[in-house]
């Protein structure tokens, strides 16, 4: 049997995010990464959490097979540093 195809890497996700940063859009992104660095994570952290956040919705998108959902992303940025959909 073979390993399911990966639909994103790391580095992938990482430039998803930067690219979120500099577009301005989503806006959540951009306080999430405010209100981490202000609760004493380092940028990369910071990034890197958010990272978790954005596979988490690609991952929803691939399970229910539905476009993205912003709503559904805030909210898993507004749970940040917490990861509860990793424990399901």
């Known amino acids: ?13 990482l430039e998803m995010v930067d690219n979120q940063l500099s577009d301005g859009h989503p806006l959540q992104v951009k306080a999430t990464l405010m209100r981490l660095r202000m609760t004493g994570f380092s940028q990369e952290e910071a990034v890197e959490f ?6 988490a919705e ?14 559904r992303y805030a909210g898993f940025l507004a749970s940040l540093p917490e990861m509860p959909w990793a424990e399901e």
Not at 1 to 13: G, I, R, V
Not at 50 to 55: R, S, V
Not at 58 to 71: K, R, S, T, V, Y
């Open 1 to 13: 049997m073979s390993e399911p195809t990966e639909f994103f890497d790391e580095q992938t996700l």
């Open 50 to 55: 958010i990272a978790c956040a954005l596979a």
């Open 58 to 71: 690609i991952m929803a998108m691939e399970e229910l097979d539905q476009p993205f959902n912003e709503q």
